[in-house]
């Protein structure tokens, strides 16, 4: 073959290389393997057995390695760079044959000797934007040939590609940190929020010796049947919090009347049942990230027929959610034990929401409840919240019988 | 004893290693990692046959490099044969044909043993 024919090939050879090197780094590929295909392909074109690819980790203000090749491990070979170094280099811009020593060479320092240990013979900046993103260092050519003129022109041009696609790189993962910060920040505050919640909730619960965990059952329940009411993954979240809230204003009813195993006075039960209002008052303060919460707790003993308290509301002047609560309010005092009473049977409870339907609960909310019920007893949700709480055990037959004579809303 | 699969062929202390159509990402270490299992075996030379590829580019140059140095570190002998003409041309190109020994077919690279040494012209 002639010299000429071979510079021809030659040519050709990188230029293909610089081809395949842009659709590497532009391509889907993760990041490692971009890099890694990188550096062969650097190698490759000048037949280097020792390679490294460093890119600056701002965390710790060093170039690391992020590939390797014909080194082992190199995970530790770290490269400290003073800022008048990395300047210089960055204003030299060009590949540095470290055999020559010439500028900038000498203003290496300490990192000279790592690069000795790693046999680098000619480094190559990547540098966007006038800033140091990382660099190459390969070992001599295989051949043993210098570099010439033109082998420097084009590690220049693919270290070039390489600076573009870490700054791109860089850039998204730039995103990514400031996002997941963000999204960290966020759960922080609502994993706060939640708890003070849930203590606030223990707290109302723990004055009454009977109804421990009332609270956080009215507010599962709440959620589980207004998400079977179609309800989206937010208003649910509202309802889930209502539910903690809605008996705050016990906390300022007297424990006594509270726990209370007779019947009250009528001054008892004035106090007790202002209880909603107390609770809308304390609540309507709070600035919710969730609609609707004050009202449900001020509604939550109302009745469709207009016979509840405070304000006497009939069907659909009271908030659905506040309908959704005096159900499950309802339904979870009957199936637990009252200072005044045993706790019903699951037939019993069901006997008077029959009996109370379309009185004092909504057909509209009893009928999605029931079929919560009876999903949850064929097991044909994942995580049923009702039945296993409910103190006894049904199977779909008793269910069905039990339920015989509901009437269709 | 001769021992023949589908990529490679074992002879004594030799081993034919078939390459594949392409040695074009870094997919191509394999072979490497091949040669150098072969090499801790204790298989004392290592012929590459070319003959089913059609490109290899500069990653595959990068990759065979690599085995060079590996076989040369463990003081083996390693030689290609079968090379098409493109390939040749690239081997040369990036000067790995004045390193080893390219035969025409892989039996010429078995058969000689009695050339040792590499060819330096
Ligand atoms: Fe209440």
Redesign the interface.
Known sequence: ?LQTD?SL??LL?NL??LA?LGEEITSPKDFT?VV??AL??????????KGVIFQFDSDRGVFAPIAS??LGDVGAAHVKLSKETASALTKHNKPIDLKKGEHPVETLGEAAGVLEKLEARMIACLVVKDELLGFIAING???G?DFSVYDCQLLSVMAQHISFSLHSHMLLMRLMHKYNENKGLYENLRRIYYDTIHAFAASIDAKDSYTRGHSHRVSAYSAVLSREMGWSHEEVEGIRIAGLLHDIGKIAVDKTIINKASPLTSYECRELNSHPVVGYEILSKIKFPWKGIPMMTRNHHEKVDGSGYPDRLKKTDIPIGARIMALVDAFDAMTTDRPYRPRLSFREAMDEVKANFGKQFDPDVVQPFLTVIRKEVRREVDNPTIVPLLQEQLDSVSLNRMLEGFPVA | MVKKYRNFKEIGDAVVIYSDNYINDIEGEKLEDLCASYLDRGFTRIVIDFSETDLVNSIGVSILIGIIEKVRDSKGRISFSGLKRVNHDIFSIVGLTKHIQIFDTEEDAVNARARQGMVTT
């Open positions: 073959m071979l090939e030659k050879f293909n290389t395949e393997r890694k295909s062969y392909m650097v190698m490759g074109s000048f037949s280097a057995t090749k014909g050519k295989f051949s040939e």
